[in-house]
């Protein structure tokens, strides 16, 4: 009876006990297969600048150094997540030493176009005494000004991407080239494009998850004073995330029909401002990335790790600062944040 | 051998059983007094201005409402504490009615002296459209001009003090009347006073423990524009604790060489502003007095309770929604505080 049950049971099944062995290394191949599979295809985009900065700052001024949205993003999400692919441009003049910064780091940079002949991306800006407000000097576009953001295929079928501040075009092209919408889409953006490319903007905002910008361009892009008014307007554009980025004030989390307000480390000088919006952009979307998980709390912590690398990206010129930080230093910054925040009552 | 033992011991303590006997009861009788004794003394005392205002927001504006920085700050205390006790003027226009709104909250107001044939002192202020900047319409002094703070006997001993704005000098005097020190002294003042009478600011400094001031005042006493610089130079100043008030980005605390960042509530609308940093301080000073405490930890606490408070006081005009508070609305946006910060990494 029992064996007249176990050959109907496999009858019913389809299998003989050979077969069933069959099956199950099969399984187990698919298992393993799958698995490096998918440590091969998760990945992390950040498209952005990759360019020449020349900065001057009360503590000093610095020659032409290695600068760019993205350069500061990549930087930034190497040390949460480690794949992460840079989509770019540069001129002839960037040269290997320069994109070696981010080799050192195991950043994928097959998406960086080397444009021989051309110039890079330059910007030159002095920052005045109180470091929050700045003039720019110089800004020769040079590759940028017609970037055609090409994707690689070892890009396609990444599921989280960071679309760096550039013009509203080129993000939208570089999202419309991949194969899939990642699990993830973050845009970061500035006035400059809501000037000038307002709709452009706001098409590609209906394609987006997650927008983070500063609190005077939330207010110019909500056309309201207050920033809970300004969120609720800007998550009715597309985003259902919003960070507003509020510089020494920390950042505001909009989403879900709930509010993470996290501060900004106290610090005694801000040496170099330029870049930490990047930083703060790359240590987020690196973070989300490592934990593979998008849900508010995981925001809520992604925020704290990148305003945690924005704090550390301040306290040199440049990306100085973000090329040489230990996992014991960040531990350390993200406890300080804990230790800022925490009260009992 | 065991009675000569108790016999010698009571020989070497001076009582025999019966002196025991009546020793235990006074002391017992000393504690009781002592108990009852320390309930009556302990209190907590707030100088200040109580004042008439006329508001202008952009939602509205007001006729002459009850206003002044001890106002604001006796009723947030008094959701804290029961037993704040104000020291003020007011003419003989300010009445009974609005005496009454203080004695509602059980609020001692024996230290108000009412000016019979003048009149309390009145400022009214229109809000720009931000609700970030104000335009002084008018300013009477009217009994202010020569304001002399009197401490009635049942105010002496009290263990905590909060010297609202007011000019140095009135706030000097009201501390040297008292026949001691109180357990903690906090100051609150502003650019004003810092303009026209630096040195009398400096000279209380040295004997005040909290110093509650904004962010611009914070850099215009220090000649720094870090925050965290400027605590630095305030500190040596005096004070052991330094709240710099942030208005919708918060406050920091400084001190122990610890830095505390509590967040503002994001709020839809601030309907009217006035009074907000008083209320802040009156909560403040109010959470100390009721848990007891000087601490870092409790001040953590403290500033998050003054920030609830402050939250409510901006949502109507003048001290209106101060005056009609529950527990359960106090303790509900104290959640809302703990919600707004707390992550996990």
């Known amino acids: 009876m029992d064996n007249v049950n176990s050959k109907e049971l496999i009858n019913w099944t389809g299998f003989d006990l050979l077969h069933m062995h069959r099956f199950l290394a099969m399984f187990a191949a698919h298992i393993c297969l799958n698995t490096l599979f998918l440590s091969i295809i998760m990945s992390l985009i950040i498209l952005g600048s990759v360019a020449f900065d020349a900065l001057e700052t009360p503590f000093g001024k610095t020659d032409k ?14 040390y949460c997540y480690d794949q992460v692919k840079i989509i770019g441009v540069v001129g002839e003049d960037f040269g290997e030493n320069n994109l070696s910064k981010f ?15 051309e110039k890079s991306f330059f910007w030159s800006g002095k920052y ?11 800004t020769e576009l040079n590759v940028l000004a017609d970037f055609d953001p090409i994707i690689p ?4 079928d990444a599921n989280y991407i960071l679309l760096g501040n550039l013009s509203p075009q080129v993000q939208l092209k570089a999202l419309e080239r991949l194969d899939k919408r990642p699990q993830l889409v973050v845009l970061d953006t500035m006035n400059f494009w809501m000037d000038i490319a307002l709709d452009d903007l706001k098409n590609i905002l209906k394609q987006v998850d997650v927008l983070t910008i500063n609190d005077e361009e939330a207010r110019q892009l909500s056309g309201q004073y207050s920033l809970v008014k300004a969120a609720e307007v800007i998550l009715r554009l597309g985003p259902s995330y919003l960070i507003i980025k509020k510089g020494e004030h920390g950042a505001l989390l909009f989403g879900e029909n709930r509010i993470f307000s996290a501060p900004a480390l106290p610090l005694a000088e801000v040496f170099d401002p330029t870049g930490a919006g990047d930083t703060f952009a790359g240590g987020f979307i690196g973070y989300l990335a490592h934990v593979n998980a998008t849900d508010f709390d995981s925001m809520k912590a992604a925020v704290i790790y990148g305003s945690a690398l924005a704090s550390f990206c301040v306290e040199k010129f440049g990306t100085e600062r973000l090329e040489n930080l230990t996992k014991q230093e960040i ?12 009260f009992t009552i």
């Open 128 to 138: 005045h005494n109180d470091m929050n407000s700045r003039d720019t000097l110089i």
């Open 103 to 117: 080799s050192k780091h195991h950043i994928d940079i097959t998406g960086i176009q080397i444009k021989q002949g």
């Open 65 to 78: 150094i290695v600068g760019g949205a993205a350069s500061y993003a990549a930087l930034a999400a190497s």
């Open 153 to 156: 295929p070892s890009y396609q």
């Open 331 to 342: 531990n350390e910054r993200i406890e300080s944040f804990s230790q800022l925040t925490a």
